[in-house]
């Protein structure tokens, strides 16, 4: 793998930390976690990089040893009988999913409501 994701890998650092696993009970809880708290272009930015990521024309091994190497992961779907493309697949799914159903706060509604007015 040639280029380097950098939106995933703060996805991964951030919210897929160590611990993740203490701090929620799946990989859906994360993802909406993400969605709820990060910064909209990021979470842009990941969908986009995780599509591309996904596609990457290398072997499932190679590509899981690259996300182990590259990206600090701290997690091993091989243990739930999974391929790392096929996990981060299902992550893409729920975070394009949650962001195409998710509706803004109001408090962040009214923001750029009057953020639009000012114009």
Known sequence: MKRRYFAVQELFLCYFHPDWQLDADSRL????????????????????????????????????????????????PSYDNLTMRAWLAGLLQELESGRHSSTPSAPLAATRAADARER
């Open 29 to 76: 809880e994360v993802a909406t976690d993400f969605l709820e708290t990060a910064d909209p272009i990021l979470i842009d930015h990941v969908i986009t990089e995780l599509r591309e990521l996904v596609q990457e024309p290398i072997s499932d091994d190679e590509f899981h040893q690259s996300i182990d190497d590259d990206y600090s992961l701290y997690y091993d």
